[in-house]
């Protein structure tokens, strides 16, 4: 299984220039390069992390897990990590996720919630610029919503062949 398992193998840096190009495709030249940066590193850390991991926050399973987690019962008080964490949540699922929300959330509602997320990350932040940035997600968020949402589209509807290496012949 060697060469196929270097085949379907990637690291983080591979995953996260996978999204990189990927969310340029669909957002163009214009968009603000570490927007794009922040936006593809996101993915690549969703796309690397179990919905049941112990070890990091996991990825959520659902639009319900995060509504659970960050506002029924956000335990202590959040702090910037946290509200961007919930943030970060609200636009992988209510973004690349969306036709699958769709059916059963209110999916504006949750990109009202995101926003507010990355608003508030923004007033805890003790960096000027991290807080800089969460305020520019917010502010961005339905456009970048928006582009995860398109993105997705776009792989689930790109044949994926894998070019597997021919086995040598025998003669």
């Not at 299984?1 to 163009?28: C, I, N, W, Y």
């Not at 506002?71 to 943030?87: K, N, R």
């Not at 997705?152 to 003669?171: C, G, V």
Request: aromatic content about 12%; hydrophobic content about 40%; charged content about 25%.
């Amino acid at each position: 299984m060697g060469p196929l398992r270097t085949l379907l193998a990637s690291d983080h840096r591979q995953t996260l220039e996978f999204f990189f190009v990927g969310l340029k495709d669909v957002a163009g030249d214009d968009v603000d390069g570490k927007e794009l940066l922040y936006n593809a590193s996101v993915l690549a850390h969703y796309a690397q992390v179990s919905t049941a991991t112990t070890t990091d926050f996991p990825t959520p399973a659902s639009l319900e897990s995060v509504f659970d987690t960050f506002v029924v019962e956000p335990g202590a008080a959040l702090d910037s990590g946290l509200l961007e964490t919930a943030g970060t949540h609200c636009l992988m699922m209510a973004g690349f996720f969306e036709d699958q929300a769709r059916t059963r959330h209110n999916v504006r509602w949750y990109a009202n919630l995101g926003a507010g997320f990355f608003f508030r990350a923004a007033r805890r932040e003790s960096s000027d610029s991290k807080a800089l940035l969460m305020d520019t997600m917010g502010r961005h968020f339905e456009d970048w919503r928006v582009r995860y949402s398109r993105l997705s589209r776009e792989l689930r509807d790109t044949p994926f062949l894998l070019n597997l290496p021919t086995p040598p012949r025998m003669m």
